[in-house]
Each structure stands twice: as C-alpha cells, then as structure tokens.
C-alpha cells in the first residue's frame, strides 16, 4: 500500500537560513507524483511544488526545492533564506496512482509543523 | 481567476443531525475531490466528483455522500453526525483527472457536540 512517512514533527529554523523537510514514500508503481503543501493555522492547504516520478530533474519553486532521491524513496523539501512567514504545518502528499476510477487521490504524510524564529 | 472557496468556515452541530458543506472549484476545474482531516493529522480522501460523477471514495461510510453541479461546484453531506465526524473538511479542485494539481479552499470546521 502507498505510504508516506514525514519523521520530524517539529523543527526550528533561523530567520534567512535553509530547512530541509525529511519525506520518504512508499509505493510500488513506477508512475507517481510527489507534492508539498503548506497548511498556516488559518487552514488553507497550500500547493508549493511537484515532483513526478519520471521528472529527471529536481523540482523549484522560487525559494522552493524538492530533493528527489528516487532510489532512497525519499522527496525531502528544501526551503531557502527562511521568511518568518513560512513558519506552518507542511505536509509531503502522494498522488495514489491505483484505485478505483484514476482518481489520484493524494495521500498525506502526518506533517512537520516548522517555526522559523528572527 | 477565482480559487477555491468553502462555506461555511465554521459549524457547530449536534451528534445525530446532518450537515452539508459546499465548494466553489477554482475557474476551468471540473474535478473536485473532499479531505477529512482530523486535529494533527494529514487530510483523508473522502471522494471525488469528476463531471458530476463520483469517481472514487476513501474508505467512509455511505452516510457520506455528495454531489456535483452543472458549474463544477460540489456539496459533501453527512448524515448522522457522530463525535469523531469532528474535524476539518477541505475542498480541492483540479483541472481534470490527468492534470492533478490539486489546489485547496479554506476548510470548513466542524464541531459535533
């Protein structure tokens, strides 16, 4: 069954440094995507990068990277010179590419709440 | 282009009544999928709607249920409300099935007392 597995449940960052967001999925298909979203305490899930399983380069964003090691089944996020306003909950998503009727319905790791102090 | 909108943003309901949630799709989006998501937990898949058919569902009892409308915008019922219905509902739209970027409303809240 398609999993993902995001291991650190908080993390602290400086104002204007880099963060990394550890993600590790599990799937057996060799087609699927990988997605971040940023959820603020106000409750939107906001899209910020993909990454599909047969891109040969790593997805950016703007100050967004993904860091795509297809071999480890890891897609950690790397945010870069951190703003005040990234601190959120920022979640690692899989498109399920089985079930019923293609839906791509995505599956959700558990989150890492990140808090980015000045 | 307009994005997702959600009403309401927040609901308080009793154990046992019915509720409906609605969601405006972002301008050109015809699929719309529904989120569950519990306090401190990643969103669930309820199901989703492509050209007002269901196509899909996560594993929810039937007295979730919901609908598509003509202009894509989507309603979730739920029947019988029970506590741990407790949570908040998200809404996503997509441009279609192969393009699956899903981008999110809001959320609705709701507390069942």
């Known amino acids: 069954a398609q999993k993902i597995t995001q291991t650190q449940p908080g993390m602290f960052v400086q104002e204007k440094e880099a963060v990394t967001l550890d993600c590790t999925y599990d799937t057996s298909d060799p087609s699927y995507g990988l997605f971040w979203y940023k959820q603020p305490s106000s409750g939107e899930m906001i899209f910020l990068i993909y990454?599909?399983?047969?891109?040969?380069q790593n997805a950016t964003e703007g100050r967004y990277s993904l860091n795509f090691q297809k071999a480890r089944k890891s897609a950690n996020l790397v945010i870069s010179a951190s703003q005040l306003g990234d601190s959120a909950m920022y979640f690692c998503a899989m498109r399920d590419p089985g079930g019923s009727g293609n839906t791509g319905k995505l599956i959700f790791g558990q989150g890492t709440t990140l808090q980015v102090k000045p | 282009e307009t994005g997702v909108t959600q009403s309401p943003t927040h609901l308080i309901k009793t154990r046992g009544q019915q509720v409906t949630l609605r969601c405006s799709s972002q301008s050109g989006h015809n699929t719309v999928s529904w989120y569950q998501q519990a306090l401190g937990q990643g969103p669930q898949f309820i199901f989703q709607?492509?050209?007002?058919?269901?196509?899909g569902r996560g594993n929810f009892p039937p007295r979730f249920s919901g609908l598509q409308f003509p202009n894509y915008s989507s309603e979730l019922n739920v029947n019988a409300l029970e506590l741990d219905d407790s949570a908040l509902y998200l809404c996503?739209?997509?441009?279609?099935?192969?393009?699956?970027?899903?981008?999110f409303g809001a959320g609705t809240r709701l507390s069942v007392l």
């Open positions: 709607y492509y050209r007002e058919e269901e196509n």
């Open positions: 990454q599909g399983s047969y891109d040969q």
């Open positions: 996503a739209s997509s441009e279609n099935l192969a393009k699956n970027i899903q981008y």
